[in-house]
């Protein structure tokens, strides 16, 4: 599956931003999807996951209670809203296919997006 995300940039502290993420080239209702992020100087770890039909999802508990992942299947696309955002938020954030019970990636990275927050 091909992946592109959207949607970073620069906020303030306390701000929200929305990133998107278009999939092509499979059958993109049928995989359970999630957010990975990756910071500066880190190794890139799980954000939030989302099932097949949008019914479960899974957080961080360092994202949970601010971030909300929902998708729509019938765009093909995957959405991550993210509130009260704080400096250690800033990291490239990527989509993918994600294993539900293991939440590892399964499949080719895209290019991601850059989130950075600084006042």
């Known amino acids: 599956v091909h992946l592109v995300e959207s949607g970073g940039g620069l906020v303030q502290p306390g701000e929200s931003l929305r990133l998107s993420c278009a999939a092509s080239?499979?059958?993109?209702?049928?995989?359970?999807m999630g957010w990975f992020r990756q910071a500066p100087g880190k190794e890139r770890e799980f954000a939030a996951a989302i099932s097949w039909s949008g019914g479960s999802t899974r957080y961080a508990d360092s994202v949970k209670g601010r971030f909300t992942i929902s998708r729509d299947n019938a765009k093909n696309t995957v959405y991550l809203q993210m509130n009260s955002l704080k400096p250690e938020d800033t990291a490239v954030y990527y989509c993918?296919?994600?294993?539900?019970?293991?939440?590892?990636?399964?499949?080719?990275w895209g290019q991601g997006t850059l989130v950075t927050v600084s006042s």
């Open positions: 993918n296919t994600i294993d539900w019970g293991k939440k590892n990636p399964l499949d080719t």
């Open positions: 080239g499979r059958t993109f209702s049928r995989y359970a």
